[in-house]
């Protein structure tokens, strides 16, 4: 009880009016990816599928919509194989296990991962009108979510399925109160377990995620997939100036493992993507996500539980490794 009362302490100041932009403005991603299910996985998706959940507040009793920026495949963001010739399906889901179920908590989109009731769903091809502009699923009760006690709220979980074809979707989402522009809930927020994003061709934009580690951790597992070498990766929190990880190459994973310090209990980490500065690698797509000692997969939140940690430089830490 202590944990999940700490945990909603933390979200009640860590989210605020800004808080529904998936990508996040504090994240500096561009844009969410995921390509058609005959790509091939060196393109920089590893499995063509990437689940979203949304947390709407307890006290929230209006009417919700999630809107899908550039939910086709074709026009000037997309990713170009040879022909625009993908069909991708976004499906949200709500009730019972729509998160809480195992499958629906994992990286692969096997088993029961569209677990719960769904409540709306669109498949999306190349369609100029839906091109660089907005569609909007909705409106749904925020009770059609899953009630969890943890978070003191209701979640609906959305997943973009790659159902065909070998072109990439970049998009974003929105939680909004109304079916026409974005405008947000307060005390809302958006996580997942796994991350499939778009790079910046700039080698000097900086990329974030911002796994929270609870008080069961002591050691994370982070993995990524196919950076092409793009770079590093930097881990920074309240207690650690700089921890480097190093990226993967083209079609493979990379994992490294490090123990977390006691003061980073109960805080977010600031997961840094820092691209090389020559030669610079465009269109780079990768995946990541975080394992606990136990091979649980931990929440990245869009806005961090207890804001973007700081490094302190009066706490005194041992070695991690």
């Known amino acids: ?64 919509y999630i809107r899908v920026y550039d939910p086709d495949i074709g026009g000037e963001i997309d990713e170009l194989n040879g022909i625009f010739d993908t069909r991708m399906t976004f499906s949200v889901y709500g009730g019972r296990e729509c998160y809480t179920h195992p499958d629906a908590k994992e990286t692969s989109p096997t088993g029961n991962y569209k677990s719960g009731n769904l409540l709306a769903s669109k498949s999306f091809g190349n369609q100029s009108a839906y091109d660089k502009n907005w569609y909007t699923f909705g409106p749904f009760n925020p009770t059609e979510g899953e009630f969890v006690e943890q978070w003191d709220g209701y979640v609906l979980k959305v997943i973009a399925d790659g159902i065909s074809g070998d ?31 778009r790079m910046y061709d700039d080698p000097d934009e900086v990329s974030h995620i911002y796994p929270y580690i609870d008080d069961r951790t002591i050691s994370v597992r982070l993995s990524n997939f196919d950076w092409d070498n793009d770079g590093f990766i930097r881990t920074v929190s309240v207690a650690r100036k700089s921890q480097l990880s190093k990226a993967s190459g083209e079609d493979h994973w990379f994992d490294d493992e490090f123990a977390i310090f006691e003061e980073e209990k109960n805080t977010s980490l600031d997961i840094q993507f820092i691209k090389k500065k020559s030669p610079v690698i465009r ?26 940690p700081k490094y302190k430089y009066d706490i005194t830490v041992e070695k991690a490794r």
């Open 167 to 197: 072109d990439g979707n970049l998009y974003r989402y929105f939680l909004s109160t109304m079916p026409e522009e974005n405008r947000p809930i307060e005390g809302g927020n958006a996580f997942a377990y796994e991350y499939s994003f």
């Open 1 to 64: 009880m202590r944990l999940n009362l700490l945990i909603l302490l933390f979200v009640a100041t860590a989210v605020g009016i800004k808080a529904q932009p998936v990508p996040a403005g504090d994240e500096n991603i561009p844009y969410l990816m995921t390509f058609g299910g005959d790509s091939e996985t060196s393109w920089g998706d590893d499995d063509f599928s990437q689940t979203f959940f949304f947390l709407i507040p307890k006290g929230f009793s209006e009417p919700v």
């Open 283 to 308: 269109n780079n797509n990768v995946v990541v996500n975080v394992r606990n000692q136990y091979n649980e997969v931990i929440q990245f939140f869009v806005i961090p539980i207890g804001g973007v």
